[in-house]
């Protein structure tokens, strides 16, 4: 009877050799498409393939639990029917089929981020809409299921051949023979949920020897697990009292003062007379500070952008403060540094933030969020809506202004055109005007208007570059015939690079974004070369403006001569400091390390590791415990 009890508890291993092959095959390519990028050696290959196999391994042991159940609680007499044979091939060929496919998409996902499967995967899950037509758009998805098949029915065939499965299923068994081998499958992941994290695949100082010690599936329950974080559970602490005085000290000004020693709430007083200017802010989809030859690209993809360089304030030393659209967005409207976890954009309790949106509203302005695609999706129409924007979105687009469109929203010549007939609704109410424009062509499947450019359309980020910047010109020009073009200041300004990933967690080059301040009747041209953020974006606009008003900004006037050069870069567990060459990395767990960089460029950033010394700890703590700690408070809230 033992025989017996071992054979029926056999297709679990059998689900799990599966697993680990197919699992140890997709690990295998993954590793020869970044060849170029691996540190190679037999200690550094064998962590990657041992600490991966781990990992997958735990993964299996969550997707066996349905049917290590089944084994279990089905009785014998039950189980020898014909029908339950077949119900375990089919879920034989599922399982199969899933892991094929699992490892089909981390191709595409590595392909695209240069990672495993992480909260961005978990976002996509979200939005099946935008994601699945997004697919059905890029590729080819008739054709891949069709593999997938094949090779998953291959397989099937080559473990049915063999008669292994209805060996299994013709041997005998009871229940309490059953429980224990059930009981040790169980207890696999049980264990592993309370004491298995992340942190074990920190197996080499390349990012990229990381992310292939990952399991896919793994990475997306830890993703989806750890999708909001505590900052005081998981990272560095500091006295409350200490925070918010080294905070107050790092966002002080000449011309602030604030209102109390428990907030960073500060009156900005700037003397003079205030301007009207209307502001229109187009935030580029992905636009790498790389593609730019203003800060050393080499393809000629903007050429309107550089163009417009020597017209005018170009920051050439500007830093993206995340990895998605979200992250731009919430450092642009509310200037703050990333937090743990998910974006304020996408998190349930984000109205009524301290807002730009509200600022320019109490100064009489229009204020309109513009986006060519659906705003549900991210949770934006929410979150601009309840923070000082009226929305504009692909729904308020007619049929004649929607002339080319992808699952991701009208191309950007669309939404340039809407946001200029919108910009002339205000100026004929008489009102000064703030429009935040979000573009979406510069995104998978890469898809535009042909004939626009010399790049065929779907055919790669480069076209998809070159169309936005030409869309951009296109606006400028028209927007030069309008009566409000001399009174209006344009920033363009990237909400993220392109690709995020390298050699290290958070390589500063992946971050470098352009800003373009142009307004040429009242702007001088000049480049500025300081050290800054997107949360430092808006403060600049309001100092160009000459405005006086009270701010809970963590953000400062770039131009300003205080302005304490620095960045912040996250991922969302890594929380990231820049500044006098330095990055001070938090992690969970409550690790902090400093690096030295040693080269960086928009192509590449090299470090080595130093000691943390007591300042640049402190100012990185102040900074994003403090925000988490407002937060918490509900102290970064807009009042009237």
């Known amino acids: 009877m033992q025989k017996n009890i071992r054979n029926r508890f056999d297709y679990i291993h059998l689900v799990f050799g599966c697993f680990l ?16 990028m691996v540190d190679f050696s037999f200690i550094e ?58 490892a089909f998409s981390e191709w595409f996902f590595w392909d695209e981020f240069s990672v495993r499967f992480n909260f961005i995967a978990v976002d996509y899950l979200v939005y099946t809409n935008e994601v699945i037509g997004n697919i059905r758009e890029s590729y080819p998805m008739g054709t891949l299921l069709s593999v997938i098949a094949i090779i998953s029915g291959m397989l099937f065939y080559a473990i049915y051949r063999f008669n292994y499965i209805e060996d299994i299923l013709k041997n005998e ?6 429980f224990k081998p059930a009981l040790i499958y169980l207890l696999i992941p049980i264990v592993s949920f309370a004491g298995v994290t992340q942190d074990f695949v920190h197996v080499s100082t390349n990012q990229y020897n990381n992310e292939l010690s990952k399991s896919g599936l793994y990475s997306l329950f830890a993703a989806f697990r750890n999708n909001t974080l505590d900052y005081d559970t998981f990272y560095v602490t500091h006295k409350q009292k200490n925070v918010l005085s080294n905070l107050q000290k790092a966002i002080d000004a000449n011309n602030s003062v604030f209102l109390d020693s428990n907030t960073i709430t500060r009156n900005i007083v700037n003397p003079g007379e205030e301007k009207d200017y209307n502001v229109v802010m187009i935030v580029v989809e992905s636009l790498s500070g790389k593609f730019l030859e203003s800060l050393g690209g080499e393809k000629g993809l903007t050429p309107n952008l550089d163009s417009l360089v020597p017209k ?76 000082g924007f009226d929305v504009v979105d692909r729904s308020n687009f007619s049929d004649e202004e929607d002339t080319f469109h992808t699952v991701w929203g009208v191309c950007d010549e669309d939404l340039l055109n809407k946001t200029i007939k919108e910009a002339d609704l205000s100026y004929k109410a008489h009102k000064p005007f703030m429009s935040f424009v979000m573009t979406t062509s510069n995104h998978r499947p890469y898809d535009y208007p042909n004939g ?3 790049i065929p359309s779907h055919t790669g980020r480069d076209g998809a570059v070159k169309y936005t910047d030409f869309a951009i010109g296109d606006f400028l020009k028209k927007a030069q015939e309008k009566p409000w073009f001399k009174n209006t200041i344009f920033v363009i300004v990237a909400d993220h690079c ?64 205080s302005f304490g050069q620095r960045a912040f870069v996250g991922t969302y567990q890594k929380l990231g400091f ?63």
């Not at 197919?22 to 590793?31: C, E, Y």
């Not at 808006?538 to 300003?560: E, H, Q, R």
């Not at 500044?579 to 192509?603: A, E, R």
């Open 578 to 640: 820049y500044k006098d060459d330095k990055l001070c990395v938090l992690s969970i767990g409550k690790k902090i390390q400093t690096y030295k960089v040693l080269k960086q460029d928009v192509f590449m950033t090299q470090y080595e590791e130093i000691p943390t010394d007591a300042k640049i700890k402190n100012e990185t703590i102040g900074y994003y415990q403090g925000a988490s700690l407002l937060h918490k408070k509900r102290l970064d809230r807009y009042e009237d």
């Open 312 to 387: 005018s304030m170009f920051f050439n030393n500007f830093y993206a403060t995340g990895t998605r659209t979200v992250r731009g967005m919430e450092a642009i409207t509310l200037s703050v540094p990333p937090m743990a976890g998910r974006s304020i954009v996408k998190r349930p309790d984000n109205h009524n933030m301290y807002s730009s949106g509200f600022i320019f509203r109490g100064k009489g302005y229009e204020t309109k969020f513009i986006y060519g695609g659906y705003g549900y999706f991210d949770n934006m129409n929410e979150f601009f809506s309840n923070n």
């Open 498 to 561: 392109a690709s995020s990933a390298g050699k290290v967690e958070l390589p500063i080059d992946k971050y470098h974004i352009p800003m373009i301040v142009y307004a040429p009747d009242i702007i001088k041209p000049q480049v500025i070369d300081k050290v800054s953020s997107q949360i430092d974006s808006m403060p600049t606009i309001f100092g160009l403006l000459n405005w006086s008003y009270k701010s809970k900004f963590y953000g400062k006037n770039i131009l300003d001569p």
């Open 45 to 102: 290959i064998l962590k990657i393939y041992s600490t991966g196999a781990f990992y997958d391994f735990v993964s299996v042991s969550y997707l066996a639990i349905p049917f290590i159940l089944y084994l279990l609680f089905l009785p014998q007499k039950i189980f020898s029917y014909r029908l339950h044979h077949y119900i375990v091939y089919i879920f034989t060929y599922i399982l199969l089929f899933g892991a094929v496919f699992l």
């Open 452 to 454: 626009r450019i010399d």
């Open 173 to 178: 068994s009871k229940m309490k023979e059953r």
């Open 21 to 36: 092959i197919i699992s140890a095959v997709t690990r295998t390519v993954l590793l020869v498409k970044t060849t170029d």
